[in-house]
């Protein structure tokens, strides 16, 4: 079977195009003929699907998006290597324009499949909502990663197939301990942009580092107080930063910047926790890796963490964007950890128990294969 990633734009960091290497490189080894088409420079995520002997279509065009410019330049390219094969993935919902141009192209004999990136949100205006069905309406098949999602897809009107599914995760390595004799770390993996609410984790490390010192899990680590590191850069990094001198939490909050992939288990690895803040997501890939390394989670409740976290094992969701309670939560998680009540091996077994990699890349093949005939 040929199976073909339309990707368009393809950042060099980011959870989407993590997925998308794991997907094709999952595939790729159980003897699947798989292709990505995409637009932007190269990457090392680009070159590790490529080592997976993945073949790659680029256009290094990347100027214009604003008119969608790159994605049409990359057109004539992808119809070309969309008739020859079998299924077509799509991790971004590409302009409805540019979408009919190539269902037009192939017809009906290709399998178009949608892998939303975020919860799909319902248009507040009707002509909005009829523009969003009629490109959803294109699609075989749309993978969601919560229930939740579907849910909103059928407020939009889509009667289509859907299938709730994970995004497939990286094959964790050997487990590391919890960092041992420091003072406990809380960390955040992403990127520094508005969706994140950076201002949030930020206020709540400070409500947190405030209650940590007046317990006796501080006393027991020399009234030492906490920190939090942020892995992963944004234009709101300097903007960030001037809010926790602001906050006066700066000598206690640092900022790693981007970190190279070969390096973020040893990241995450360096924290006891970890914390996302987010007005809005989709899977979470990072999520995934984090408690791949058997770190809890402390997440507000968006996108589809309510379904990851929904095993107490792993963490917690907080309904509230009150700092004080986000800062409750952390507390709790980091009463468990000095109690030695949750620990990295008992957050692994639970995470694998639902997001092994060898069992969700299996659930995508026998998706897949149930969109065609066995003869293909």
Known sequence: MKILFYFGGFAAIGGIETFCKNLLCYLQNHNYDCQLVCWGPNSSLLQSIEQAKVKIVRNPWQWGCRWNLPDWLLLPLGIKQIKQSNIVLFGKLLPIEILKTLKSQIGNSKKFVYITPYRPLVPNTPQEKSQLLDALNLFDLILVQASAFTEDLHQIGYQGRIEVISYIPQQPSNLKPLPSNEQLKIGFLGRLVEDKNIPLLLESFRCFQEKYLQTSIAENNQQQKPSLHLFGDGH?????????????????????????????????????????????????????????????????????????????????????????????????????????????????????????????????????????????
């Open 236 to 376: 709101l990094r300097e903007q960030l930063e001037q809010l926790a001198e602001k906050l006066g939490i700066a000598p206690y909050v640092g900022f790693h910047g981007s970190i190279p992939n070969y390096e973020v288990e040893d990241a995450i690895a360096s924290c006891h926790l970890f914390a996302f803040t987010s007005h809005t997501e989709g899977q979470c890939l990072a999520a995934l890796e984090i408690l791949g390394c058997g770190r809890p989670i402390v997440a507000t409740d968006v996108g589809a963490l309510p379904d990851i976290l929904s095993d107490s094992r792993l963490g917690k969701i907080v309904k509230s964007t009150n700092p004080n309670e986000f800062a409750d939560n952390l507390m709790e998680i980091a009463k468990l950890i000095e109690q030695q009540s949750i620990s990295p091996e008992m957050i692994r077994s639970a995470y694998l128990e639902r997001y092994a990699p060898e069992n969700v890349g299996d659930r995508y093949e026998k998706i897949l294969n149930s969109l065609l005939p066995l003869s293909s």
